[in-house]
């Protein structure tokens, strides 16, 4: 039973993944849905107290958007571009959900970044088509 304890290497790969869940800006609670662990699962991969599989850091380099070798060693691979970043965030976002509710997630986020000016109850009218219409 003694080999099944985390060991040094362990607690250190839970520290990086503690690190790099903050730098991504994500709750324990949606590491833990996202490997399909209960959230006590997750504290105790973090603490270093469990070990973690293999399967799971993978998934959770793959949320954090960081090539999984940075989990291991910090110096290497590299960062996504932040277009990449970005697109693979929006997957994330949206797995599991409705083509309805991906919809109006993906309008709301446009109407707060500036892309959409009004949304309509026949439709969306973005800023270009809004200034197009006007300039008629």
């Known amino acids: 039973m003694a080999g ?15 690190a790099a869940r903050r730098e991504a800006g994500l709750s324990m609670k949606d590491c833990a849905t996202a490997i399909g662990v209960q959230y006590q699962q997750y504290d105790k991969y973090e603490a270093g107290r469990n070990k973690i599989s293999a399967g799971a850091v993978l998934a959770l380099a793959d949320l954090f958007l960081i090539p999984v070798g940075r989990l291991f060693d910090p110096r290497t691979g ?8 970005a697109a693979l965030r929006m997957a994330g976002a949206t797995r599991g959900l409705s083509a309805s509710e ?6 709301e ?12 109850d026949d439709g969306v009218r973005t800023i270009a088509n809004h200034r197009f219409t006007e300039a008629a």
């Open 4 to 18: 099944r304890l985390p060991s040094e290497v362990d607690r250190r790969i839970a520290r990086r993944i503690k």
């Open 109 to 120: 986020a446009a109407a707060r970044d500036g892309l959409i000016d009004a949304v309509l």
């Open 78 to 85: 590299r960062d996504l571009d932040p277009t990449a970043a």
């Open 102 to 107: 991906v919809g109006r997630r993906l309008i």
